[in-house]
């Protein structure tokens, strides 16, 4: 045969093949931006809610970003916290055995720690532990000054989170009314999440316990609620007034990928806790879904 035509015959096959084969796209070809925001136009029941999304494929390295911008962080701020816990213990610096007692004046609302009884003693690893898989403010704003503002900011710095920064604690409205905020990005998320993954943010084994916590969050009700119950899903929330969020990645059937959820300008009548945003997270839920959809799910992503 021909060289060039023997060429020319592998190239269409396996062309053919690349075309036809499952999970073959990726998040930058099927999920465009366009796309994204036709979705949320045509089947979100809240119309007012902005959405900021980051995808990420993990197996391509393609991404798409609908509504880029930095937000409030809410409790998303708490994985870098989390972060720089497990970075000072690396160091020898903070050990997660030793003990804390929580004392009236500890105790800030949501989570669980500000339901026990004072003078309740916890170690430092379930403090790490209860800031995620709950949310728990108290245990956030007891590492704060045991880990030092400056110290979580100066590893935000140094994973390359330029739109991220911590400038107080947990439900702290005087310095909020002050103009200290704490801020961050469906990106920068992006970019602690995926270093997580790849073992790239303090040291492997403390990444992937990290990971582990991060999938035992326990509120699923936004990018978790409408996918595979069995599928692994690591990520965290954040609420706050006129902002609800979820970021994390999904460990698929033929994709692990980065979802970045972020939202402002939630309606006032959605704003609060529990049931109060059922209308935006089912949206948030549905988006997730039809992102699943269209990226991992073999029934959909054969054709």
Not at 197 to 211: A, F, G, R
Request: hydrophobic share 40%.
């Amino acid at each position: 045969m021909n060289t060039k035509l023997t060429v020319a015959v592998l190239t269409a096959l396996i062309l053919l093949t690349a075309a036809v084969l499952p999970g073959t796209a990726s998040a930058g070809d099927l999920l465009t931006s366009k796309w994204l925001a036709d979705q949320i136009k045509k089947e979100c029941k809240d119309q007012t809610t902005l959405h900021s999304i980051y995808i990420k494929d993990l197996d391509s390295g393609s991404y798409t970003y609908l509504n880029p911008m930095r937000h409030k962080a809410a409790s998303l701020i708490k994985v870098f916290i989390m972060a720089e816990a497990f970075n000072q213990k690396n160091q020898g610096k903070l050990d997660f055995n030793e003990i804390v007692t929580i004392a009236k004046s500890d105790k800030y609302a949501w989570g669980s720690l500000d339901k026990v009884p004072d003078g309740t003693k916890v170690t430092v690893g379930e403090l790490v532990e209860q800031m995620i898989v709950v949310s728990d403010n108290t245990a956030t704003n007891l590492l704060i000054p045991k880990l030092g503002m400056d110290n979580v900011n100066a590893l935000i710095k140094k994973l390359g989170c330029t739109e991220t920064v911590l400038a107080r604690r947990m439900l702290d409205s005087a310095a909020a009314k002050a103009g200290r905020e704490n801020y961050t990005s469906p990106k920068d998320m992006a970019i602690i999440l995926e270093k997580l993954y790849n073992k790239e943010c303090i040291d492997p084994e403390s990444d992937q316990k990290m990971l582990d916590i991060l999938a035992r969050q326990q509120w699923n009700e936004r990018i978790p609620a409408n996918l595979p119950h069995d599928l692994k899903i690591a990520h965290k929330t954040g609420e706050l007034g006129g902002a609800l969020h979820d970021c994390g990645i999904v460990f698929g059937r033929q994709h692990d990928y980065i979802l970045c959820m972020m939202t402002k300008n939630v309606p006032d009548e959605h704003r609060g806790y529990d049931d109060n945003n059922i209308l935006v997270f089912n949206d948030m839920a549905l988006i997730a879904k039809l992102i699943w959809n269209r990226l991992d799910d073999p029934v959909y992503t054969k054709d």
